[in-house]
């Protein structure tokens, strides 16, 4: 049975970006997005493709935080800071993925399934407080493992996000395709 899942803006990009939207709805039912989330990927150049899954309802975007979910939100994005792998110091550049984990902890509806985050420090604090989470690339070697990808369209999929701007390096992307790719 397909999962729920919430996400940041990182995960759903490369999916628009590679047109694969069909991998996460393979294995998701619904993704909860952030109202903060969905003014994000709009202005990363995403809005029609973002509209057509909101349309369709795959993607459900989310009433705004509480006062609370906020502070905690601040709180959060401030150990992404912090975190040994985070390239920024700056905490306010992570409060979206901070807001995902917060949504992820105190929404009824989300605790039990999946976050997807891409950013290594993010994951690193979601890691850290037990949630199940993954990210594109997490999907697209699922997508291999189910016989679904062969390992030179892994490459394809995943050097097709990196060439538009997504950070993979070449040694994830290989990784995945090795490991996962049939």
């Not at 993607?59 to 006062?67: D, F, K, P, T």
């Amino acid at each position: 049975m397909p999962l729920v899942a919430i996400s940041n803006t990182g995960p759903l990009v490369p999916a628009f970006q590679c047109g694969r939207c069909d991998l996460l709805r393979r294995y998701f039912s619904v993704v909860y997005i952030a109202a903060t989330e969905r003014m994000e990927i709009e202005n990363h150049g995403w809005a029609s493709e973002l509209q057509i899954e909101i349309s369709n309802g795959f993607i459900e975007v989310l009433g705004e935080l509480s006062e609370s979910e906020t502070l905690q939100a601040a709180a959060i994005a401030r150990q992404i800071a912090v975190d040994p792998t985070s390239h920024d110091p700056e905490w306010r550049h992570h409060v979206p993925e901070a807001e995902a984990i917060v949504l992820m902890q105190q929404r009824p509806e989300l605790m039990n399934d999946q976050i997807w985050l891409d950013e290594k420090a993010a994951r690193s604090v979601a890691k850290s407080i037990g949630l199940s989470l993954t990210g594109f690339p997490g999907i697209v070697g699922r997508a291999g493992q189910d016989g679904l990808l062969t390992a030179e369209e892994i490459r394809q999929v995943l050097g097709n996000c990196q060439r538009q701007g997504t950070r993979y390096s070449d040694a994830l992307i290989e990784t995945v395709a090795r490991t996962y790719g049939r």
